[in-house]
């Protein structure tokens, strides 16, 4: 569309249109996101204790059975062999896996109890300050579309979580992720 001053163009916060009408990223908003990637580097050494913390919930039976298959979900992303961005891109061939892992823990932690949630931390000895703190970290990492678009799945999820319970699969997945070692 174009005025009498010349072509329309239309405004996006981390976007510019480029020849032949394209989107293209303005040059600040990776570097952005790559920096506050460095800023995660602090919280990689209480990767462990937070894995600890995610089991322990996993386990607990006050965790929706919805909130627990998001884990499972992204799990399989990542396992599996098809992504979004496959892993042979150097660079952000792995980046998917990280948003899609990010996103699941967000929405999983997000459907907890608080007072679940902070029994567990208190259990780990995880001062709740500095696990909000990591959370919000995260948070603001992940682009906006994004969160705003998963933010809309837990309901699916309930839904999905009922009727494995209504179709009697709980405790035949709960042995299944109890049990060590892999299914058979």
């Keep these: 569309m174009t005025s009498a001053t010349g072509p ?4 996006a916060p981390d976007h510019a249109m480029g020849e032949h009408g394209r989107s293209r990223r303005k040059p600040g908003s990776s570097v952005g996101r790559f920096l506050g990637l460095l800023a995660l580097l602090p919280m990689a ?11 322990a919930l996993v386990l607990d039976d006050r965790v929706p059975a919805s ?9 399989g992303y990542v396992v599996l062999a ?3 961005i496959p892993d042979s891109v150097p660079l952000i061939g792995g980046l998917d896996d990280l948003v899609v892992v990010a996103v699941a823990v967000d929405l999983f932690l997000d459907g907890i ?7 567990k931390l ?6 709740r300050l500095a696990f909000e703190d990591d959370l919000n970290q995260i948070r603001r990492l992940l682009p906006g579309p994004i969160r705003r678009t998963v933010r809309r799945l837990p309901h699916a999820m309930d839904v999905a979580g ?16 109890e049990r060590e070692g892999s299914p058979e």
Excluded: C, M, N
């Design 82 to 84: 098809r992504d979004v």
């Design 45 to 55: 050494g209480r990767a462990p204790l937070y894995a600890r913390l995610l089991w």
């Design 113 to 119: 109890d608080t007072e679940v949630l902070g029994e």
């Design 8 to 11: 329309a163009t239309a405004s």
């Design 122 to 127: 208190a259990l780990l000895e995880i001062p």
């Design 67 to 75: 909130r627990k298959a998001l884990l499972v979900g992204a799990f």
């Design 162 to 177: 009922h009727a494995i319970q209504q179709a009697g699969l709980g405790p035949r997945l709960r042995s299944w992720f």
